[in-house]
């Protein structure tokens, strides 16, 4: 499997930008489809965004489209999340996760393999 490690969240305003990184180590990154799931306290967690092995499909929550950007780079291991225009509704615990699985499936949590600890975005109003 693969080891996950988010960082990058943190306190903003509303309207501002944050941009998370997952570091991949372990098992060969470019293997793994990578996505971006978020939990709200007393919420089900929720899909984000998700990116292909070679970063050719991605695919968004209609929530983020429009503001947030996944990306990847294989050479270094990284999948990022580019967050703009930031609501207080975008408050939550943000973890990456790794799937062996198609694009079909990104939206479906229990088809990831592994997950990062998460990391906390905070939107102030």
């Known amino acids: 499997q693969v080891q996950l490690v988010e960082s990058g969240g943190g306190l903003v305003q509303a309207g501002g930008s944050l941009r998370l990184s997952c570091a991949a180590s372990g098992r060969t990154f470019s293997y793994y489809a990578m996505g971006w799931l978020r939990q709200a306290p007393g919420k089900e967690r929720e899909f984000v965004a998700a990116?292909?092995?070679?970063?050719?499909?991605?695919s968004y929550a209609d929530s983020v489209k429009g503001r947030f950007t996944i990306s990847r780079d294989n050479a270094k291991n990284t999948v990022y999340l580019q967050m703009n225009s930031l609501k207080p509704e975008d408050t939550a615990l943000y973890s990456c996760g790794a799937t062996s699985y198609g694009s079909t499936w990104f939206r479906v949590s229990q088809k990831y393999d592994s997950w990062g600890q998460g990391t906390q975005v905070t939107v102030s109003s």
């Open positions: 990116i292909s092995r070679s970063g050719g499909v991605t």
